[in-house]
């Protein structure tokens, strides 16, 4: 069973920057895709961005230009670079592993990101 999990949440300013990361307890190989979800309140879980094995991203439009997604293959590490941040980014982060021939879904814990004055 793949176990993720995700640090570098916190309060920050808008205007500010943040970098979440998530360690997989196991190599990821190319069949998995991994992403960033937020849950703000009030709302459903979303995708913010994802990417490839081989380093395709994807990113919600909400975010497109301030949020970078990265994986480090070897560490086992997902990264997720804020910058620009709005009070609309304020919601819980969760990392997420994706199997694609098998639809297996994993989910970190959450990260709380608050953006406020």
């Known amino acids: 069973q793949v176990q993720l999990v995700e640090s570098g949440g916190g309060l920050v300013q808008p205007g500010g920057s943040l970098r979440l990361s998530c360690e997989a307890s196991?190599?990821?190989?190319?069949?998995?895709?991994m992403g960033w979800y937020r849950q703000a309140p009030g709302k459903q879980r979303d995708m913010a961005a994802s990417?490839?094995?081989?380093?395709?991203?994807n990113y919600a439009d909400s975010v497109k230009g301030r949020f970078t997604i990265s994986r480090d293959n070897v560490k086992n590490i997902l990264y997720l670079q804020m910058n620009s941040l709005k009070p609309e980014d304020t919601a819980v982060y969760y990392c997420?592993?994706?199997?694609?021939?098998?639809?297996?879904?994993?989910w970190g814990q959450g990260t709380q990101v608050t953006v406020s004055s």
């Open positions: 997420n592993a994706h199997r694609l021939g098998r639809a297996n879904d994993y």
């Open positions: 990417i490839t094995w081989a380093g395709a991203t």
């Open positions: 196991e190599r990821l190989f190319s069949n998995y895709v």
